[in-house]
């Protein structure tokens, strides 16, 4: 079956709903696909197997087809998936076609990264205002964005339409910030800070814990060291017989 464009008409063989019902683990998963999609249209290639863009993304054939199922996407026999109209799906699907305006709030060394980073603008992305409590950080050039103070807020968020704040300040100071990133009506947040936020229904908060991250491999690493202290483990591979036994 071939695939179909979004926005196809409803009642078409395979076409996709003005905008479809999707799990929230496909959804976690489209900017992976979205990912190495750009990759392989960068290296030239024009269509791609389930199989090559499964493994291009790191997940299961099969896992993928389901998930690009539920966009009407089932390629074609023999050939694979357009990468182009792959892409155009993805983006449409997430919102990208529409260049959303972020706001950056906290310019200490994580959030000077942040809005040095170039990459938001190809994926869709437009960081359009930098802010800090800070008098201190006030005034600052970062990435052609002069950092204005946090107070300026409301009218900043007003003029440029702001979709999604990012939170990069330390974790006393991010349920502030939340607040008035609500009350300018920004309703999507990303939070770095170490805390958890309390908003209102309607608004979504994603998290991103770089010291949780960095735990859970810690208990990769502590499982797998305990594994191999094991009778039979790794260090006793080549028939050496285990101490005390």
Known sequence: M??????????????VPAFPDLPEATIARLPEYLRA??????????TISSEGLAAAAGVNSAKLR??????????????????ALLVDQIEY??????RR????????????????????????FRIVALFDADPARVGEQINGLTVRHF?????????EALAIGVIATPANAAQAV?????????TSILNFAPCVLSVPPGVDVRKVDL??????????????????????????AGGQEAVGS
């Open 2 to 15: 071939s695939q179909q464009r979004h926005g196809s008409t409803p009642g078409n063989a395979g076409a």
């Open 37 to 46: 999609l750009h990759h392989l249209a960068e290296t030239g290639a024009d």
């Open 66 to 83: 389901k998930d690009l199922s539920h966009l009407g996407s089932y390629g074609t026999r023999g050939v694979g998936y357009d990468v």
């Open 93 to 98: 699907i997430l919102g990208l076609d529409q």
């Open 101 to 124: 305006a972020v706001c950056l709030v906290g310019v200490g060394n994580l959030g000077h990264a942040l809005a040095g980073y170039a990459g938001f603008a190809s994926r869709g």
């Open 151 to 159: 107070d300026e807020l409301p009218r900043v968020a007003a003029a």
């Open 178 to 186: 939340a607040d008035g990133l609500v009350a300018a009506g920004v």
């Open 211 to 236: 010291a949780i991250e960095l735990q859970i491999l810690s208990f990769h690493e502590h499982r797998k060291a305990s594994l191999t202290a094991l009778p039979g483990g790794r260090e006793n």
